[in-house]
Structures are given as structure tokens and as C-alpha cells.
């Protein structure tokens, strides 16, 4: 089983990811188009510690502990997003 399946499969909430609020779905996607902070945060209208925040917050709800575990889980999300 995959990396990040296996993470979602443990620990997600059931009805994931519409747990998470709009902007950290923005910021998820930000992340798994390989964007750095500061350009998501430009691309969104908001300020680079929010950006930050918002990453916190998915880590958390993702049960990870890096950005680029949040990356895999994107696109893990992704792949079951698109079928």
C-alpha cells in the first residue's frame, strides 16, 4: 500500500478532506504544484505567516509531520480526487 494511502486510511477523518476549510485546500493544492510559501501566499492575497499557519493546521489534520509529506498526501488525494 502507498505511503500516504496508508496515512489516510489510519487516521483521516471519514468525511476528509472536507475538513478542511477552503484556504487549506488552496495551500494543499500550492504545495502539490510545488510552490514555496511566499508564492502561494502572493498567489492567495495573504501573508507568508498565514500561509505558514495554514500548513501547521494541514499537517496536523493530515497527520504528518513535513511538507513534503503533505505533498505526497496531495497527490494521493488527487489521484482518488480524479478516480
Do not use: C, W, Y
Not at 32 to 61: D, P
Amino acid at each position: 500500500m502507498h505511503f500516504a494511502q496508508a496515512d489516510l486510511d489510519r487516521g483521516a477523518p471519514p468525511d476528509f478532506p472536507a475538513t478542511l476549510t477552503p484556504t487549506q485546500l488552496k495551500v494543499l493544492q500550492g504545495v502539490h504544484s510545488g510552490l514555496m510559501n511566499k508564492q502561494i501566499a502572493f498567489e492567495l492575497g495573504i501573508a507568508e505567516s498565514t500561509v505558514k499557519a495554514h500548513m501547521t493546521a494541514l499537517m496536523r489534520k493530515l497527520k504528518v509531520r513535513n511538507r513534503t509529506q503533505v505533498a505526497v498526501v496531495a497527490g494521493s488525494l488527487d489521484r482518488i480526487a480524479l478516480g
